[in-house]
């Protein structure tokens, strides 16, 4: 038979859910430590940084090269002296700045796919890093519950042994119970501290005081079919970035190309000889004479990177699908999880640990018993909310490897 979700049950799902606030406040909601991770966080800054500087190097790839103020004096008397003034007019030939643009611009591009998935990659570490926080709170509390029921039980022993019909010997495994359960609840206070400082640092903000708000409805991520997933993995940031990459590679073995062409120098200018003498017109033409280097060690190399960035997109592919599934079956298994846990065992568990209390305090039952019965709940408890926690770090891992793409099918 299937029991209800109960009260604490609902309280640990809701601990665990997302967020719908969009506005940044104190305390945090989940979209709001988005939005000030997406804001604040130095990798990002860098990111966009590296975007801005492939503008200018864009900028300067299609930039005409500059010409050449020549200017010859020959001869040390006025008579004697002939002064030559050239103007050396470099032109490019062979689709040399055509190319070099072309990578500046695919560099451009790589930039800007690499700024994308690092906003994926802020964005699902955030949420999983808000929901470590959530669990980390939800089993300081669970602890400190843990510590009542043991102060309880500790007291409940104490009365029975004052009557005559309990072992002191029981009494002082009591309070070993209860001490460990003290120390359960310090381990989880630091946790929670750990876990704050992990979420603040995605924006280099201050942990101390940092507080977050719980989402008013119980949620958990939910897990689209595996092949849904995968076809959307092609228009993930990874794919984009390997695919760009060959593009780019294509595009540099363009330029090395382009140089084997060699450029032209137009040569303008006057000369003037003696004093007296007249202006005279000098028109030039300079060409490299490409004998000895054609640039072929260079066209290789670049032709060779093209095939290296063509496997390296199929390793990507195969890397990125292998993940995916794994995120995808890890995501599944923590719902089963909290599915099994929710519905059968920590109902059971807490009727147990109830009725071991109260027998206890009738006599009916030893102190084992309810020691017992307290870890199985503790247990239970730590299982549901480990479930939890994991179906939302898998579900960021998801989001993590599609991008912008999983968040908008699964908002």
């Known amino acids: 038979m299937k029991h209800r979700l109960t009260p604490l049950l609902a309280a640990l799902a809701l601990a665990c859910a997302c967020s719908s606030s969009a506005a940044w406040s104190s305390p945090l909601t989940l979209e709001a430590a988005i939005d000030l991770a997406l804001r604040a966080n130095p990798t990002l800054r860098a990111a966009g940084s590296e ?39 470099p032109i490019e030939l062979g689709g040399k700045r055509a190319a070099r643009v072309e990578a500046a611009r695919q560099e451009r591009a790589l930039a800007a796919i690499a700024l994308e998935a690092a906003r994926s990659r802020v964005r699902a570490d955030t949420a999983a890093a808000f929901h470590e926080v959530l669990a980390a709170r939800e089993r300081e509390r669970m602890a400190g519950e843990l510590v009542a029921l043991a102060g309880r039980a500790l007291a409940a022993a104490g009365k029975r042994v004052e009557a005559g019909t309990l072992s002191p010997v029981e009494e002082t495994r009591a309070r070993v119970a209860q001490g460990s359960a003290r120390i359960e609840a310090l381990q989880a206070a630091r946790d929670l ?26 949620a958990l991520p939910t897990a689209a079919p595996l092949d849904k997933l995968l ?78 960035a063509q496997d390296e997109e199929a390793a990507e592919g195969a890397r990125l699908r292998a993940e995916l599934a794994q995120a995808h079956a890890r995501l599944t298994a923590a719902l089963a999880e909290c599915t099994l846990v929710s519905t059968e065992i920590l109902p059971g568990a807490e009727d147990a640990e109830r009725a071991a209390n109260r027998g206890f ?51």
């Open 51 to 89: 975007v801005t500087a492939q503008d200018g190097a864009l900028a300067q790839a299609g930039a005409l090269p500059n010409p050449e103020l020549e200017l010859l004096r020959e001869g040390e008397g006025g008579n004697n002296r002939t002064t030559t003034a050239t103007l050396n007019i």
């Open 193 to 218: 501290d750990g876990a704050r400082i992990r979420l603040a640092a995605l924006w280099a903000g201050d942990a101390r005081g940092l507080e977050i708000v719980a989402p008013r409805a119980a």
């Open 231 to 308: 076809a959307q993995l092609d228009a993930s940031p990874a794919m984009r970035h390997a695919r760009l990459q060959v593009d780019h590679r294509r595009a540099l073995a363009r330029v090395e190309q382009s140089r084997r062409v060699p450029d032209v120098n137009v040569i303008v200018g006057a000369q003037r000889e003696g004093p007296a003498a007249r202006d005279r017109a000098v028109l030039g033409l300079s060409v490299p004479l490409p004998l000895f280097n054609r640039n072929d060690g260079a066209v290789r190399e670049a032709l060779r990177r093209v095939d290296k």
């Open 361 to 411: 305090e009738l006599g009916k039952f030893g102190l084992v018993d309810v020691l017992d019965a307290q870890r199985v709940l503790a247990q239970s408890k730590n299982h549901y909310l480990n479930a939890v926690a994991e179906s939302h770090r898998a579900a960021a891992d998801i989001v993590r490897l599609l991008g912008d793409a999983a968040v908008q099918e699964n908002p």
